[in-house]
């Protein structure tokens, strides 16, 4: 498994820091504390400091689900460590989950899946992007900062203990509230299999198992189950741990399904998972995501399925891209763009 450590950041044109995981102290040898309330571009290479801010005003404005690049970052001995960066928007924040670079079958098993799912999850932002597009001018710093979320798509991210095989969720993002009609306080500790249909179960156990194995990201679709209409729930780990799992139950909550797309990334403290209501398939992405996973279509809408890279006995990618060293004397980096790698 990867060192990876996640982190939260806000939108502003100066990319604050809210939020650090313990394995930052692995990756960059800071405490968390460090990490917290400074601006993402501190810790970015100077001769890479354009470039990154550059890609950050697309992602934001993008409302890009998955992007990843590769950065020089500064470790807390002063020295500077090629790292791969993952940065997901979820509504007001920037998630980056960020690990020391070297180029592994699962390292390029990331790059090819990371264009192919953020087009699959993309589809419902193109009218958004194309707005944001239109404001995007030199002044950049003066209009990030005033950037409302109102202008994101809503979506929220969880956090889940990997290392448990019930996956209980550790973290909800507070607009989760929006999402998925549910508190943040109401969410954490309820084990993420208590939220999907039970048609799902059995595939998605499967592919998030291959993930985690592959430390790789996934796109996911599926039925969202409120946890509290559960009459005999997994599990309720965290907050409530010894009280009986009967105490959890709640009839007035509404047992009715909501259809939402995933994007799922892998971290060696916690699984991510950002999350929206989900949309027709109208792109060719998510077709062939759900018909690699077996599923049948009606009326553009999944029924009660499951969707994933890493869903099926012989997991889908899309082909080999060539190999392209990372040059650490280089100003540039390696990143994608659509479905074009940039250098």
């Known amino acids: 498994m990867d060192i990876t450590f996640i982190a939260f950041h806000d939108l502003t044109s100066n990319c604050r820091a809210l939020f650090a995981s313990d394995s930052i102290v692995l990756v960059l040898g800071y405490e968390p504390s460090d990490f917290e309330a400074r601006s993402f571009f501190d810790f970015v290479h100077p001769d890479q400091s354009p470039y990154c801010r550059k890609l950050l005003r697309e992602i934001v404005f993008g409302d890009k689900a998955v992007v990843i690049t590769y950065l020089r970052l500064l470790c807390r001995d002063e020295s500077y460590v090629d790292c791969e960066c993952m940065f997901s928007v979820v509504f007001d924040v920037l998630v980056a989950a960020t690990r020391v670079y070297q180029w592994t079958l699962k390292s390029e098993d990331r790059i090819r899946l990371a264009p192919l799912i953020h087009r699959a999850f993309a589809a419902s932002s193109l009218i958004a992007a194309t707005r944001r597009a239109d404001i995007l001018t030199p002044k950049f710093n003066h209009i990030a900062s005033s950037l409302s979320s109102s202008e994101h798509e809503p979506r929220t991210a969880l956090i889940l203990n990997r290392a448990s ?54 796109y996911l ?34 047992a009715c399904r909501t259809e939402v797309e995933a994007v799922v990334s892998c971290s060696s403290d916690g699984l991510v998972i950002v999350l929206r209501r989900a949309l027709p398939i109208i792109t060719l ?59």
């Open 165 to 218: 095989i019930s996956l209980p969720i550790m973290y909800a993002a507070n607009s989760s509230t929006q999402v998925l009609e549910i508190s943040p306080s109401n969410l954490t500790g309820w084990s993420f299999w208590d939220c999907m249909n039970a048609e799902s179960l059995i595939q998605a156990q499967l592919a998030f198992e291959r993930a985690k194995e592959n430390d790789s990201i996934a």
């Open 221 to 254: 679709r599926f039925f969202w189950c409120d946890p509290r209409s559960h009459q005999q729930p997994a599990t309720r780990h965290i907050r409530q741990q010894m009280q009986p799992c009967s105490s959890n139950f709640d009839s007035s909550v509404s």
């Open 285 to 343: 992405e998510q077709a062939m995501l759900v018909k690699a996973s077996d599923l049948s279509l009606h009326s553009d809408r999944l029924q009660g399925g499951f969707a994933s890279p890493w869903g099926m006995p012989l997991p889908f990618l899309p082909p080999p891209i060539p190999r392209v060293a990372l040059d650490t004397g280089s100003t540039h980096c390696l990143r994608f763009s659509g479905d074009k790698i940039i250098i």
